[in-house]
């Protein structure tokens, strides 16, 4: 059974900076693209961020682009979200997902891999 675990949201000042991460478990890590979504308060969830199995082609939302970095570590079964220039529209429960294409192509068209989420990490942006 696959499970996430995020982590690392947190409370940040407009222009700051925060790193999340997702530990994934019950699935060949390696094998899939994996993802970030996230959920504002008072709308749908979101895609994010993409990123192939081998972390050589990432995808992004334009809302993010050069603000956020997404990477993964294979080892750790770890996927990660470098968030810089946070703005207060960045405030939303963060979650991952991952991607039985290898590349990431349903996750890019909001289609996570799997009906489950974790618990998602809140971040909230304020002065």
């Known amino acids: 059974q696959v499970q996430f675990v995020e982590s690392g949201g947190g409370w940040a000042q407009p222009g700051g900076s925060l790193r999340l991460s997702c530990k994934a478990s019950?699935?060949?890590?390696?094998?899939?693209?994996m993802g970030w979504f996230r959920e504002a308060p008072g709308k749908e969830r979101e895609f994010v961020a993409a990123?192939?199995?081998?972390?050589?082609?990432?995808y992004y939302i334009d809302s993010v682009k050069r603000r956020f970095t997404i990477s993964r570590d294979n080892a750790k079964n770890t996927v990660y979200l470098q968030m810089n220039s946070l703005q207060p529209d960045d405030t939303a429960v963060y979650y991952c997902?991952?991607?039985?294409?290898?590349?990431?192509?349903?996750?890019?068209?909001?289609?996570?891999?799997?009906?489950?989420w974790g618990q998602g990490t809140q971040v909230t942006v304020s002065s």
């Open positions: 997902n991952a991607d039985r294409d290898m590349y990431g192509s349903n996750l890019r068209e909001a289609r996570p891999g799997f009906g489950s």
């Open positions: 990123l192939a199995w081998n972390g050589d082609h990432e």
């Open positions: 019950g699935i060949p890590f390696s094998d899939y693209g």
